[in-house]
């Protein structure tokens, strides 16, 4: 009886089916994933059992950035940011023109382009509750979300004037705000949007699932 | 001279395809979001309307959740000249329950005569949907259109709570999310958010002191 001939060992792996499967999970993430937008504040969102998902485009979302260490004295930054960079350049070209916001200062409009984010006086909002209803004392933060309100209502007009059947485009209003933001400073974002007759918008929180009983 | 004819190895080299191919997936994976947002749709009141007809609330029906600083509730069932009388500290299910407080949403569930209907109206609701699944889109709508209905009148109908939500300054928007999650938790179909008044103010500080 002959011995059995032990074989050389290869040590050359073959790596082609590994190289198949990272290709196939990197057509995945390209094809599913939309890229995140820098946002303007770090923000983190309260967990809500409430499911709906928000529409992707056509979004004036409004940031509202807690104060470092949760100190509730401090002044939180308002943040305006515009999905749609065209209608963003629209605003950007009349946003001087607007009373009031002469003061917005040119590098801040540039990085408005730029970034499609605007941060907005929160003294004048304050000042601006405080005072009489009067359009021509409106704060920076009614007098934007009015002049993309008027942006959408024209391009709405315009394209049913072209065609009577087309869908409107619907702008919705979001706000986004820290888990630790004190109440005064939501009071004061809703109030101001419920001056402004913007009485309808959506709260973005993170998903948590249903209490088990 | 004869060159020896050196066989040449038909095997390519695959590890730094692979080495490449591992940090595009990470960069994909790190810069991509699958998920949407979440978002919670609310409807506020204009300011538009009287005050008067704003605050017209039945008050035997009525419940008032006031949110306070370190994420604290109180609330009180019925009129607020009631209230000094009526009102009692209760615990968000997310925080921690100290001593014998019961849980808003224990509270709220006993408030609300239509909430075991209205639940058995929404499992049904999500047994019918996931024996639908496959089917047309236009019969999962349909579906979807009865349930809404039939929610909603239940959630809305004679007897049921209207609840008040009063939060203070000092309280956060994670308390306020909170409250109105056990609005749907709950199947309560009636709550309004208004700031704190003096009176509501004045109540809870002096129930505060009696702790």
Do not use: W
């Not at chain 1, 998902?53 to 930054?77: F, M």
């Not at chain 1, 916001?101 to 003294?123: A, H, L, M, R, T």
């Not at chain 2, 009388?85 to 224990?106: M, Q, R």
């Not at chain 2, 306020?176 to 704190?196: A, F, H, R, S, W």
């Amino acid at each position: 009886m002959g011995r059995f001939k032990i074989k050389k060992a290869d040590l050359f792996i073959d790596m082609t089916p590994m190289s198949d499967v990272m290709l196939l999970l990197l057509t995945f993430f390209l094809m599913a994933g939309t890229f995140t937008k820098p946002e303007p504040v770090q923000v983190q969102a309260p967990g809500s059992i409430s499911d709906i998902k928000i529409p992707s485009t056509d979004i004036l979302t409004i940031y509202v950035s807690t104060p470092k260490g949760g100190n509730v004295a401090a002044v939180p930054d308002i943040y305006l940011t515009l999905d749609n960079a065209p209608i963003v350049n629209q605003l950007a070209g009349g946003i001087k023109k607007l009373p009031l916001c002469g003061k917005i200062k040119q590098e801040d409009i540039d990085e408005f382009k730029k970034s499609q984010s605007i941060k907005v006086s929160i003294g004048e909002m304050v000042a601006d509750r405080g005072s009489q209803d009067d359009a021509t004392t409106d704060s920076q933060f009614k007098q934007i979300i009015k002049q993309v309100r008027t942006i959408y209502n024209d391009i709405n007009k315009k394209a049913k004037g072209d065609n009577p059947d087309a869908t409107e485009r619907n702008l919705r209003i979001a706000i986004k705000s820290d888990k630790n933001t004190p109440y005064s400073t939501i009071k004061l974002v809703m109030n101001s949007l419920q001056d402004i007759q913007e009485n309808r918008y959506n709260l973005l929180t993170e998903l948590k699932s249903r209490p088990t009983e | 001279m004869k060159t020896k004819q050196k066989k040449m190895n038909a095997r390519v080299d695959f590890t730094p395809m692979v080495d490449m191919m591992m940090l595009l997936v990470t960069f994909f994976m790190l810069c991509t979001t699958l998920a949407k947002p979440q978002t919670m749709e609310i409807a506020m009141p204009t300011n538009k309307t009287e005050e008067k007809n704003r605050s017209q609330v039945d008050t035997k029906e009525a419940v008032t959740i006031l949110l306070d600083e370190n994420n604290r509730v109180f609330y009180y069932k019925g009129k607020p000249a009631d209230a000094a009388s009526n009102i009692h500290e209760v615990y968000f299910l997310s925080g921690k329950p100290s001593g014998d407080l019961k849980s808003l949403h224990e509270v709220l569930k006993k408030a609300n005569p239509a909430y075991e209907k209205a639940e058995k109206i929404r499992t049904d609701y999500e047994a019918r949907l996931n024996a639908a699944v496959g089917s047309a889109k236009g019969a999962r709508e349909a579906i979807q259109a009865e349930f809404e209905e039939k929610f909603n009148e239940a959630k809305s109908e004679k007897g049921t709570p209207q609840v008040i939500i009063k939060p203070t300054d000092a309280s956060t928007y994670d308390n306020l999310i909170e409250t109105l999650d056990e609005m749907t938790l709950c199947n309560i179909g009636k709550y309004v958010i208004v700031p704190i008044d003096e009176a509501d103010q004045a109540t809870l500080d002096n129930y505060k002191k009696t702790l």
